[in-house]
Every structure is written in C-alpha cells, then in structure tokens.
C-alpha cells in the first residue's frame, strides 16, 4: 500500500544532543510537510517542500531545519533540542499544494522525549 | 491568535444518533476547508473537504456544512457508529498553501 512512513515512531534525545526525524512516502508526491503538535494543541506547520523548494513558515524557530535529498525522503533535524521541543511530529504530502485544496496525506507520527 | 477554533474540547453522543462537530475561523480569505480523524497513535486521515465557495458538501454518511457569513463549519455525522469514536481536527487553507488545523474535538460514541 502506498503510504507515508515515519521513523522511529518513538524517539528520546538529550538536551541540546542534535536529533534527525526521518519521513518516507511511495505516494510520489510533490509536497511534503513537517507539522508539530504538542499536547491539547492543534498540529503547527513548521516548513514544506514542494519538489525541492524549500518553505519555511516565519515563526518557525531556527533551531529546526529540513532536508529532502529525493521525492521519497524528509528529515527534520533539530539542533539542539530543548524541553519545549517534546512534542509529535506529523510528516505530510500532498500531490499539489495545499492552497489546490489537495488532502494531506499523514505518517503516523513521530514522538519526541527530551530529557 | 487561534484562525481555526474548536470549541468544543469534546463530545458524547449515543449510538446511532447524529454527531455535530463545530468549528469556527476568523480568516476570510480561507479557501478550502477539510475536517480530518484521528485514532490513537495513527496520524489523521482526511474524511471530507468543502470549497469557500459551496455551502454544503455530502459522503456518506459525512456532511460539512459552510455558513461564511457567520464563518462557521460542522460536520455532522449519521447515523453515528462506534467507530466513529476519534479525534477531529478542522483545518483552513489559504491560497499560498499555508494549512491551519483547529485543535481537534474527541467524539465519543456511546453504546
């Protein structure tokens, strides 16, 4: 089945020890999203790609990066994480972008622990 | 500033009955909106979409209703089933692709 796959679904990091999140999809889509969504909060998109243009939203803070080496990969590294950065972490695509009205298509979610 | 609003952090509905999940934003200039689901430890799946520009929009037993004048969405869903028992997230897109998820409404459906 063509889906989104995140890794690890789980994930415990350090203070401030770079951690990397990765997302895979065989949907051959163009778009892909990282959202954060913390407890009781609704999911916040953090940056997409279309193709391999690079989105940042303006409140994303600059301790969070992403790559996309090919359609099929997205990795969000986090530099230094801190204890406000536990949260889930959704990876999404979509074949056009959002603004078409296209649905996301969600990984389960990777969640992050920071001790 | 909350754009998508879900005021309702939950809800209880018997069995069979209609579930009504409601949803308000303050942007505009939205121009589609989606309601998603979400199951524990699964990311959400899109269930229905609706067009700034219709007022209604039917799958199923899935409807979304659109009042822009009052800038208010709901879902309604019947017959309600058990499985229907999730988290339901209203999301807002505005035509530079950015997406605006509400912060979700657990439904639970009540034998």
């Known amino acids: 089945d063509a889906m989104v796959i995140q890794n690890p679904r789980y994930q415990v990091t350090q203070f401030g020890k770079p951690v990397t999140l990765s997302c895979s999809q065989t949907?051959?889509?163009?778009?892909m999203y990282w959202y954060q969504q913390k407890s009781s909060q609704a999911p916040k998109l953090l940056f997409h790609?279309?193709?391999?243009?690079?989105?940042n939203e303006a409140d994303t803070p600059d301790n969070f990066q992403s790559r996309r080496p090919n359609t099929s990969f997205c990795f969000l590294d986090i530099r230094s994480p801190g204890l406000g950065d536990a949260a889930m972490y959704l990876c999404?695509?979509?074949?056009?972008?959002?603004?078409?009205?296209?649905?996301?298509?969600f990984g389960p979610g990777t969640r992050l622990l920071v001790l | 500033d909350q754009q998508v609003k879900q005021n309702s952090p939950s809800l209880s509905v018997q069995e069979g009955r209609i579930s009504i999940l409601n949803c308000d934003y303050t942007?505009?200039?939205?121009?589609?909106f989606l309601w998603y689901k979400k199951y524990p430890a699964e990311g959400p799946t899109f269930l229905i979409s609706?067009?700034?520009?219709?007022d209604k929009n039917e799958d199923g037993r899935f409807t979304v209703f659109l009042n822009k004048s009052a800038k208010h969405l709901s879902l309604h869903i019947v017959p309600s089933q058990p499985g229907d028992s999730a988290v339901y997230f209203c999301?807002?897109?505005?035509?530079?692709?950015?997406?605006?998820f509400g912060k979700g409404t657990r439904l639970h459906i009540l034998p």
């Open positions: 999404a695509t979509s074949r056009r972008g959002a603004g078409s009205g296209e649905t996301q298509y």
């Open positions: 949907l051959n889509h163009n778009v």
């Open positions: 790609y279309y193709d391999k243009d690079f989105n």
């Open positions: 942007n505009s200039m939205f121009d589609y």
């Open positions: 609706i067009s700034s520009i219709k």
């Open positions: 999301a807002a897109i505005l035509r530079d692709d950015k997406i605006i």
